[in-house]
């Protein structure tokens, strides 16, 4: 079991410990809802996504992909370890900024970007533009056109590939709302070469997320570097940068399959060297995008049972402080978690619960029928693997306080964002005439 959880994890007179820190202590000091992250985790896997692309491929860039999670101190963290960012937002693009993070290390993604965010990047200097579609294409045009200097920009393809994950993870498919398919991808990159405000450097693409198979990487690299070919051939186009995206899968579940990051990196860099070789191409610089595989495993979710409830022949309900106001995946599309008792690690499972949210919502369950040792009210209950998209997609609802974050390294604990508290949900509130 503890192999999901951040790579300190261990077991000591009988309770979980986090960067050496032990669980219960950091519930008695923080309170729950609590997520912890392990600095120890995030900076090895920083490292080791550097090291697995860079010595197969000198010309890579791996840039963070915020929408997995990112605040101002994981942010610092990124910026030391030598990562660039992915935002897809103007809120993401101020939390970098707010760290002086390195800009040109920053590519602005999204699907639609208002013209303040756009003119926002272009202010703080972006490394990267990535247009999604046409609309996105003439704005910038037309923001830029008085500007000294050109905007780099990658146009985000759509290659149609199937990459085999849930249907609300898959975005490079040929009915997705992100990017260009590729029908109309040579009437994009004439538009954005014509312009003299523009400096098309590349093409990005996105196949979806959660993917444990490499075939569709393969596939959606084939035929953007053909695209790219025709380009060189028909336009005198350029190939500089070339953006896979993420979306390497990680285990949720003990039986669930976990590729390294050093075979992602052997597929795509073999592919992209084979194909480039293959059209007669210099191969372009790579930039990789992974978010959930950074992060992910790096968080534990750690809540306080109360109310257990027990349904004669049905089913058994452990309640946490906690649920999809913090978590919504499950709720979302499915997901599936384990769980341990954090107080009790040694105990034997002995029998099977739910664990339920305190939502006012009957789909706020977070794990259903696991089985873990006797539960009783105020017993501390961890779940792994929520380092990514738990915190990401929060909410308020029903008035609830968005959760502590702590990060642990060493035996000592930071706080990285402190408890909402009542006022916090009021104050951006108005009562009367303005």
Do not use: W
Not at 126 to 154: F, M, P, W
Not at 308 to 322: L, T
């Amino acid at each position: 079991m503890l192999k999901l959880f951040p790579q300190t994890a261990q077991i000591k007179d009988n309770h979980l410990i986090i960067g050496g820190c032990d669980a219960t202590a950091l519930a008695a000091e923080f309170g729950t809802p609590l997520y912890i992250y392990d600095e120890t985790s995030l900076r090895n896997r920083c490292a080791e996504y550097r090291k697995e692309f860079t010595r197969r491929y000198t010309k890579s860039l791996i840039i963070y992909a915020c929408k997995a999670y990112v605040n101002r101190a994981l942010a610092q963290i990124f910026k030391e370890e030598g990562l660039g960012l992915d935002v897809v937002s103007g809120g993401e693009l101020a939390i970098a900024r707010s760290v002086d993070f390195p800009m040109e290390l920053v590519y602005f993604n999204g699907n639609n970007k208002s013209r303040s965010e756009l003119e926002y990047a272009l202010e703080c200097g972006v490394g990267r533009i990535v247009v999604d579609n046409l609309h996105e294409l003439s704005q910038l045009q037309e923001i830029t056109k008085k500007r000294r200097s050109r905007a780099k920009i990658l146009i985000r393809l759509s290659p149609g590939v199937d990459p085999h994950t849930h249907a609300h993870l898959v975005t490079g498919a040929v009915d997705s709302k992100f990017g260009f398919p590729m029908a109309q991808a040579e009437e994009a990159m004439v538009k954005a070469m014509s312009s003299p405000s523009l400096e098309l450097i590349g093409f990005h693409f996105h196949i979806g997320s959660q993917i444990f198979e490499f075939t569709p990487y393969q596939q959606a690299i084939d035929a953007i570097l053909d695209f790219a070919s025709k380009a060189i051939s028909k336009h005198g186009f350029k190939l500089s940068e070339l953006s896979i995206g993420g979306g390497l899968g990680i285990a949720y579940t003990q039986d669930s399959p976990s590729p390294t990051v050093g075979e992602f990196a052997e597929v795509i860099t073999t592919a992209i060297l084979k194909k480039s070789e293959a059209i007669k191409i210099e191969p372009p610089r790579l930039i990789v995008e992974p978010g959930r595989s950074v992060v992910g495993q790096a968080g534990v979710a750690l809540y306080t049972a109360g109310a257990i409830k027990q349904i004669e022949g049905v089913r058994k309900y452990v309640i946490v402080d906690g649920g999809m106001s913090d978590n919504i995946r499950p709720a979302l599309y499915g997901a599936k978690y384990e769980a341990v008792v954090a107080n009790n690690m040694s105990g034997k499972r002995l029998e099977k619960v739910t664990i339920a949210g305190k939502l006012c919502e009957s789909g706020d369950i977070l794990i259903r029928d696991i089985e873990l040792p006797k539960i009783e009210a105020g017993d501390l209950i961890a779940i792994p693997c929520c380092g990514a998209y738990c915190l990401a997609m929060g909410s308020n609802y029903n008035a609830s306080l968005k959760p502590t974050i702590v990060l642990v390294k060493e035996g000592k604990a930071h706080l990285i964002r402190r408890r909402e508290s009542y006022e916090d949900l009021m104050h951006c509130d108005i009562i009367g005439e303005p």
